[in-house]
């Protein structure tokens, strides 16, 4: 079995811990999204399926949820497969999920900016918690059915190129 996993997602939709502990209460306790995320993040049989893994892995260990499996990261698959300029290549794009959707399907994900307002200070922007529930679930979702539909794409480009074991390792 395998499911979508953008934690990425889940946790900008609560307060961020910074260690196991907020203010003496263990994190999970603290936060409780983090107790069904962490239900699902251990389950090593399940593969987990995400874009930029290793932030939203660390962003979870520093709220007491250990992942296990990560089974496929698409922007480790994107750049193994030329995607995102790089050095010297700015104009080919990045690795973003936003840009990578918009130059593969040609459709762009809702705008988080607009959700969560603009600025050069976080302090003045919103955080999930604090926005429409319909508005951020909508937001969720399409990050969700984009990782998908990478991974779809990606997956078969991988083959054949021959690049699966790499991609692996």
């Known amino acids: 079995p395998s499911t979508l996993w953008p934690p990425c997602r889940i946790q900008r939709a609560a307060p961020r811990a910074r260690s196991s502990e907020v203010d003496g209460v263990d994190a999970i306790e603290a936060m409780p999204w983090t107790k069904g995320v962490g239900e ?5 049989p399940v593969e987990k399926v995400a874009h930029n893994a290793k932030f939203d892995m660390e962003v ?5 949820v250990e992942v296990r499996n990560v089974g496929f990261d698409t922007m480790i698959a994107a750049y193994l497969l030329g995607e995102g300029g790089g050095a010297g290549r700015p104009e080919e794009g990045n690795l973003s999920l936003n840009w990578l959707v918009s130059r ?25 918690d ?9 937001c969720a ?8 539909r990478l991974r779809d794409a990606l997956q078969p480009e ?12």
């Not at 979702?141 to 998908?148: E, L, M, R, S, Y």
């Not at 991988?158 to 390792?169: I, T």
């Open 60 to 64: 979870l260990a520093g709220c007491g």
């Open 141 to 148: 979702c399409a990050g969700v059915d984009a990782i998908a």
């Open 40 to 44: 699902v993040a251990s389950v090593a």
């Open 130 to 138: 604090q926005v429409d529930v319909e508005a951020a679930a909508a």
């Open 158 to 169: 991988l083959e054949e190129k021959a690049m699966r074991r790499l991609f692996h390792e």
């Open 104 to 128: 593969r399907f040609g459709v762009e994900l809702p705008d988080r900016g607009a959700l969560l307002g603009r600025g050069n200070r976080k302090s003045a922007q919103l955080t999930m």
